[in-house]
């Protein structure tokens, strides 16, 4: 079970480096690594300078949507994720 829970996790880190792409001037900048805990994943997210206020949003809105999405899909596979965004 636990290698099903693998690539299920590995799809939330997709989901997020999809939508960070797509919101970007420069997607080749955009990275996002997993730390994986027993019942947390924390993906951290990095974009290139001039591009983190697209990813964080109006006061912060699009930072609160992508939370958003995430926590409905790790819900799926009965994980918490986090998306923490670095600078």
Known sequence: MSGNGQ???SSLKDLI???AQMLVDDPQQ???NEIRGDQTSVLELRVAKQDLGKVIGKDGRTARA???ILTAASTKIRKRALLEIIE
Do not use: N, W
Request: cysteine-free.
């Open 17 to 19: 480096l999809l939508i």
């Open 66 to 68: 992508m939370r958003t």
């Open 30 to 32: 955009v990275q996002v």
């Open 7 to 9: 690539a299920d996790s």
